[in-house]
């Protein structure tokens, strides 16, 4: 009888343990946050154009309410399956040096420069928040000031 007791004890506190890490303080449960933060919101369109030896590739993303042209480069990548390399651990520091296998020159060289609907970017590309509707064209080539 003792036995049967302390089972149901243990299968009660089980229960309650598990229910207690389902919501949070305001009561909304942690499943139903993550889902709506991992909703898109819209899509982004992404262009690469690595000059006149290659084709451009084009993609349209999903946009959700924290991307930025960072994170809309690396899911157009995910999708099209061309490799992105980056310096920076920090969302705010992202500079890609490689986009499908095409490095960045430096100095006076080539380099990646990236626009957001015809705009140059102004910061890193994980600092940049794009919004639904956005077409980001990353395009490979000599840095000229507008």
């Not at 207690?20 to 992404?46: F, H, R, Y």
Request: charged share 20%; proline share 1%.
């Amino acid at each position: 009888m003792k036995l049967k007791v302390t089972a149901s004890k243990l299968m009660i506190f089980v229960a309650l343990l598990t229910l207690s890490g389902c919501a949070d303080s305001e009561g909304i449960g942690t499943n139903q946050k993550n889902a709506s933060a991992n909703l898109a919101i819209g899509s982004v369109e992404v262009k690469i154009v690595f000059g006149s030896d290659r084709e451009a590739i084009q993609s349209e993303v999903d946009c959700m309410g924290d991307s930025t042209v960072y994170s809309v480069l690396r899911a157009a990548s995910d999708k099209m399956g061309f490799a992105v390399e980056s310096t920076g651990v920090l969302k705010g520091d992202k500079f890609i040096t490689s986009i499908g296998g095409v490095e960045n020159l430096a100095g006076d060289g080539g380099n990646w420069i990236y626009r957001v609907n015809g705009v140059l970017g102004d910061k890193g590309s994980g600092a940049f928040a794009v919004k639904p509707s956005d077409k980001v064209v990353w395009s490979f080539g000599k840095y000229e000031p507008e």
